[in-house]
């Protein structure tokens, strides 16, 4: 085996072990904000309407990526093309396909005791994220 073809298996390794630990935190935490900070996809929680805007999740601890890929998908479907829920949606959906952040517990189904507005769920994402960026 020559140099170059063990410093290409050394690299794919290095690669694949960090690819194995994205959490895309710091994107997350930029686009969380940037949602946070646009007042139109603020609106009330009502457990009995139902608006586009109903209530979304609040994860019971180790169920957070399956319930921020629930609340996501939510918003993508009842919110008129918006870029940044869009990302959202796909970087949890692939976090909890490929077991992407180890940090987060990869259990498929949402569990939570409570329900939210926007700006609550949108708020549990970023302090969930926040606590892994530490």
């Known amino acids: 085996m020559n140099?170059?073809?063990?410093?290409?298996?050394?690299?794919?390794?290095l690669?694949?072990?960090?690819?194995?630990?994205?959490?895309?935190?710091r994107e997350i935490i930029r686009y969380t904000q940037l949602l946070l900070d646009d007042s139109s996809v603020s609106c009330p929680c009502r457990q009995t309407a139902a608006s586009s805007c109903s209530c979304l999740p609040i994860p019971e601890s180790g169920h957070e990526l399956a319930c921020f890929v629930d609340g996501t998908k939510h918003l993508k479907e009842n919110t008129?093309?918006?870029?940044?829920?869009?990302?959202?949606?796909w970087t949890f959906q692939a976090q909890l396909d490929r077991s992407l952040c180890k940090r987060l517990a990869h259990d498929d189904q949402c569990?939570?005791?409570?329900?939210?507005?926007?700006?609550?769920?949108?708020?549990?994402?970023?302090?969930?994220?926040?606590?892994?960026?530490?």
């Open 111 to 134: 569990q939570y005791e409570t329900k939210g507005n926007v700006k609550e769920f949108l708020k549990k994402i970023l302090t969930t994220y926040q606590e892994i960026e530490k």
């Open 80 to 89: 008129p093309s918006n870029p940044v829920i869009e990302r959202l949606y």
């Open 3 to 13: 140099a170059s073809m063990l410093s290409y298996i050394l690299l794919s390794c």
């Open 15 to 25: 690669l694949l072990s960090v690819q194995a630990e994205y959490c895309g935190v």
